[in-house]
C-alpha cells in the first residue's frame, strides 16, 4: 500500500495535468485576434465564459489576477488575461498541503530544455537561436516556422544589451521565448512587481475576503458590457515590435550574474588609455630630468674648478 500511495503521488500531477490543458484550451478558443493579443484574452471574454458558457473557473477578480501576473495592462483601454501566466498561476493548484501544492505543468520547459541541449552553453547567438526556435514546436506553435520580424528585432535588443550574445538563463530572453511562444512560455515579471499567493493564503493570511478575490456575477457583467470595441488587424500590414510587445522592458535579472561584453572591452579601452598617458608622463619627466643635467663639458669644467679651487 505504501507503494502504491507513493506511485499515485508521483503519477498525480501529470493525471491532474489534464485538466489544466482543458483550461488552456478554452482561453485560446477566445484568444483576443487584435495586435499583440496571441497568448491573451480580453477580460471582457473571460468573463463572458463564466457568465454564459458555465466556466466557473474563470471569476478572478481584476486585482487578484494582476497580484497573480496574469493581467497585460499595457493597453489600459483592454486589459487581457495571460493565459500561460493563469494556468500556472497558484489559483489553479490543487491538493495542497503545507510542504507542496500540485499546479500545472510547465510547457515552457520542455521548450528551454531542447534549447539548452542543443546549443550546450550558457548563451548563443541571436541568429542560433532564432533558428532553433523555428524548428521546435508547440502545442500551439508549428515546426519549421518562420520567425516573424519583430520577434529578431527584439532577440537582438538582448544580445546588443549583452555584448553580442543571450545569455539562457535570463529574464530577457523568457520574455523573448514568452512572446515566441505566448501560450506556452509565461511572461516573467520583474522581481517584486507581482505577489502570487493561493487564494486560502490570502484569505488567512492576509485579511483578504472571497469577494475580493473572485469577482460577482454583477461586476463581471459591467465589465462585460463596458468592454472596447475589438481593435482588429490591418490586412496586408505588418505590425511593430513595439505593438506586438506592449509589455516588453530591458530589465535583466540573470541567474549567474557577468559583465557585459561591451563593458569589458570599454575597461581594456581605458586601461590601453591610462597606460599611454602613463608612458608619456614618464617619458615627458625622462626628458626634463635629462635637460637640467650639465653637459659632459660643463661636467669637466665643472670639477676643474672645484679642483683649482
Known amino acids: 500500500m505504501e507503494n502504491v500511495i507513493a506511485e499515485i503521488g508521483e503519477r498525480y500531477g501529470r493525471f491532474q495535468d489534464i ?26 471574454d473571460f468573463y463572458k465564459k463564466a457568465l ?15 497580484q497573480l501576473g496574469a493581467l497585460d495592462e499595457s493597453d489600459a483601454s483592454n486589459p487581457r488575461v495571460i493565459i500561460p501566466n493563469y494556468i500556472s498561476g497558484p489559483s489553479n493548484c490543487v ?41 521546435i514546436p508547440s502545442a500551439t506553435m508549428p515546426a519549421n516556422r518562420t520567425i516573424s520580424p519583430w520577434l529578431h528585432h527584439r ?50 493570511f492576509h485579511n483578504v475576503t472571497e469577494d475580493q478575490i473572485a469577482a460577482s456575477e454583477e461586476v463581471m457583467q459591467v465589465v462585460v458590457e463596458a468592454a472596447a470595441p475589438v481593435k482588429r488587424r490591418v490586412p496586408g500590414s505588418e ?11 530591458m530589465e535583466e535579472e540573470l541567474v549567474v550574474w557577468r559583465a557585459p561584453k561591451e563593458e569589458s572591452a570599454l575597461s581594456q579601452h581605458i586601461g590601453y588609455v591610462r597606460g599611454a598617458g602613463l608612458l608619456g608622463a614618464a617619458m615627458s619627466l625622462a626628458v626634463a630630468l635629462v635637460r637640467s643635467l650639465p653637459s659632459s663639458t660643463q661636467q669637466k669644467e665643472s670639477q676643474q674648478q672645484k679642483f683649482f679651487v
Open 239 to 249: 505590425a511593430s515590435a513595439l505593438e506586438e510587445s506592449g509589455m516588453w522592458s
Open 19 to 44: 485538466e489544466c490543458r482543458q483550461l488552456k484550451d478554452w482561453l485560446v478558443s477566445s484568444e483576443d485576434s487584435s495586435v499583440g493579443g496571441a497568448g491573451r484574452v480580453r477580460i471582457s
Open 155 to 204: 532577440l537582438d535588443e538582448v544580445a546588443k544589451h549583452h555584448g553580442g550574445t543571450v545569455p539562457l538563463h535570463g529574464r530577457l530572453f523568457a520574455q523573448w521565448l514568452h512572446y515566441a511562444y505566448p501560450r506556452e512560455c509565461q511572461f516573467p515579471h520583474v522581481s517584486g512587481t507581482i505577489n502570487p499567493i493561493r487564494p486560502e493564503d490570502l484569505i488567512e
Open 52 to 66: 454564459h458558457e458555465g466556466k466557473w473557473q474563470f471569476t478572478e477578480s481584476v486585482d487578484y489576477l494582476r
Open 95 to 135: 491538493a495542497s498541503s503545507a510542504y507542496y501544492s500540485v499546479c500545472c505543468l510547465d510547457e515552457c520547459e520542455g521548450i528551454l530544455g531542447r534549447i539548452e541541449e542543443t546549443v550546450a552553453a550558457s548563451e548563443a547567438t541571436p541568429s542560433t537561436i532564432t533558428s532553433l526556435v523555428a524548428m
